[in-house]
Nanobody, 116 residues
């Protein structure tokens, strides 16, 4: 069983920065990748960033250059998402995601609100 717990959300002014963190609990064996999705009000959930076990990253076009995903170098169960130059359109619930041989898992989400 895998559980994901996010932290670090909040209310930020446009232009500010924020770091979200995700901690995976459970058996890490079989883990292939971790990432972040977001869902804005009235919109579908979208993948914003993902990182695999080799450290290869992939980002949504809309966040390239502003979002940075990373895995903790000493604890592969922790994944961070650093966001620079926040925009009001970044307002959403951000969900941590893990993909492995055991399937796909999402966390409960953390709210990020950006004021203009």
């Amino acid at each position: 069983q895998v559980q994901l717990v996010e932290s670090g959300g909040g209310l930020v002014q446009a232009g500010g920065s924020l770091t979200l963190s995700c901690a995976l609990s459970g058996n890490i064996f079989g883990l292939n990748a971790m990432g972040w999705y977001r869902q804005a009000p009235g919109k579908q959930r979208e993948l914003v960033a993902i990182i695999n076990n080799s450290g290869r990253t992939n980002y949504a076009e809309s966040v390239k250059g502003r979002f940075t995903i990373s895995r903790d170098s000493t604890n592969a169960k922790i994944t961070d998402l650093h966001i620079d130059s926040l925009k009001p359109e970044d307002t959403a619930v951000y969900y941590c995601y893990a993909r492995g041989t055991w399937g796909d898992y999402w966390g409960q989400g953390t709210q990020v609100s950006v004021s203009s």
